[in-house]
Structures are given as C-alpha cells and as structure tokens.
C-alpha cells in the first residue's frame, strides 16, 4: 500500500487546514491510522489516531479540542482537520497505517507511512 497526505499549506495563526490521507494499491479500511509530525530539530511525534470504524480517536495533548480526525472507510481515506492553528504546529505531517485495527502514540507499530506534507503557521 502507498499513502499519500496532502493538503498542507502555509496558514495563520488561529486559521484552518484540512489534511488528507489516500491510499493507493492495498486499501487501509480495516486498520487504525494514525497522524505524526515531525518539526524542525524536534522528533517525530504522534498527533491523533482512529481506529478501524472511527469509534476510537485519541489525540495529543497539544493538539485536543483543536484538530479533530476522521475517516471515510468508503474512500479509503483519512482526514485530519485543523482549526485555531498556531505556530508552534509548524511541521511535516504523515501518515500511517497501523497493521491491525486500532491506532497507537507509538510510530514503531505502524508499517505504512505516506511521504509528508508540510503545514506552515505564521503568527
């Protein structure tokens, strides 16, 4: 399977972006997926997950009540909206499938990744 995130962009501070995850070949409708980011000089760190059916979603502290995932199991596709941006959400986003059919905070459980798409947040 390959994934492809897009829909990144340069934005300001308290403004919205809305990611997208595609899959192309094997389709991801039975696995968890997940969102990370990577920032510049910091690790990659995990942003929000969803299982399966979208009945579980979890998300990073820094990110709660501000993005919200979701997914279209029709599609195969999974979307990470972000609203009240700030700069400090600066980074390249991925992401990844999970091999079964919940999401995990941990990028070692996931063994697909999409090649990133940079979302830049001016103040």
């Known amino acids: 399977v390959q994934l492809q995130a897009f829909g990144g962009g340069l934005g300001q501070a308290w403004e919205s972006l809305r990611l997208s995850c595609a899959a192309s070949?094997?389709?991801?409708?039975?696995?968890?997926m997940g969102w990370f980011r990577r920032a510049p000089g910091k690790e990659r760190e995990f942003v929000a997950g969803i299982s399966w059916n979208g009945g579980n979603t979890n998300y990073a502290d820094s990110v709660k009540g501000r993005f919200t995932i979701s997914r279209d199991r029709t599609k195969s596709t999974v979307f990470l909206q972000m609203n009240s941006l700030k700069p400090g959400d600066t980074a390249i986003y991925y992401c990844a499938r999970r091999p079964i059919t919940y999401s995990s905070i941990y990028p070692y459980n996931y063994n697909a990744w999409g090649q990133g798409t940079l979302v830049t947040v001016s103040s």
């Open positions: 070949g094997r389709a991801f409708t039975n696995n968890g």
